[in-house]
């Protein structure tokens, strides 16, 4: 049974407050402010760092055991930054004992496909060269951040470089053709995302890519080699198929992949932590998994 707080959770977001049509920049500006409705959670402001292009947050200081979290936010590509998921970010990282560095990487219009697989890929390399080992760096992605990380994931192994430990994928678009029957079997349980604006967002990123591209749609992909996978979605979302997607593409490919669904939960629940305890217990679940995979990533 869900918690007693999801209902005031499906309040806050019906007050929309990004909305789902218009302009991307008013979007952008509401999405960065969306997590005033909680509170002052004492979040410190990040320390930002340049990667080529793009920038990116240190949203938890290093730690001394070397773990780092690259996360990617997300936003339908176009939407979000690391101002918008510092508390989630951030108690991911202190839930997987690792310092964050959160990615702000290029977005569309401005900078379509490829750019923010290419800026997933720098800040990774950029990790290495600082020495983290990659057995003690860890990917997580929230919905277009999530696809994102596979993406990534995708170039560094056909580069031939080392590997991350993990990677944790939030209610992931993994496929931005959005050809999943969950489209159509829970649009009207859907409390968040609109497929039409999906579909839109997508033709921003893509600018005339194919959307089955596997490094803009990694439920296309070949996965073999790809470190293991944790995937977190809600039964609610219109999103579901493409996490099961994503889960048979990994299972083809040999790569060990844990779905964990949660009853009753919407997109990205996670983001809600601070008023919701299924957000809260999902974020735990998923450091679990980050701080099992570090430890043995050092063996």
Request: hydrophobic share 40%; with cysteine; aromatic share 6%.
């Amino acid at each position: 049974m869900a918690s007693s707080e999801l209902e005031l959770v499906r309040e806050l977001i019906g007050l929309n407050w990004h909305t789902r049509n218009g302009d991307v920049e008013p979007r952008r500006v509401a999405y960065d402010r969306a997590q005033e409705a909680f509170g002052d959670l004492g979040l410190p402001p990040g320390e930002t760092v340049v990667i080529g292009d793009c920038s990116a947050e240190w949203v938890r200081p290093a730690q001394e055991d070397g773990r780092t979290l690259l996360y990617l936010h997300g936003g339908s590509y176009a939407l979000g930054s690391p101002q918008s998921h510092r508390h989630l970010s951030s108690a991911l990282g202190a839930a997987a004992g690792a310092a964050v560095l959160a990615l702000h990487y290029r977005r569309p219009p401005e900078s379509p496909f490829p750019a923010a697989v290419e800026d997933a890929v720098a800040a990774y390399r950029m990790l290495r060269e600082r020495g983290c080992p990659p057995g003690r760096i860890t990917f997580a992605g929230d919905s277009a951040g999530a696809g994102l990380a596979v993406a990534a994931l995708q170039v560094l192994r056909d580069a031939g470089d080392p590997l991350p430990a993990a990677a944790v994928c939030i209610s992931p678009w993994a496929d931005l053709a959005c050809e999943g029957a969950s489209h159509v079997t829970r649009k009207e349980r859907e409390i968040l995302l609109d497929t039409e604006d999906l579909l839109r967002m997508a033709g921003r990123y893509l600018a005339g890519t194919d959307p089955r591209n596997p490094l803009a749609s990694p439920a296309h992909g070949d996965l073999t080699g790809l470190p293991p996978l944790l995937i977190q979605v809600g039964s609610e979302e219109v999103l579901y198929d493409d996490a099961r997607a994503l889960e048979q593409a990994a299972l083809k490919a040999g790569v060990p992949v844990t779905f964990d669904e949660w009853p009753e939960m919407f997109h990205v629940w996670h983001w809600y932590h601070p008023v919701l305890p299924e957000g809260r217990a999902a974020v735990e679940t998923a450091g679990v998994f980050l701080r099992r995979a570090t430890e043995e990533g050092e063996r």
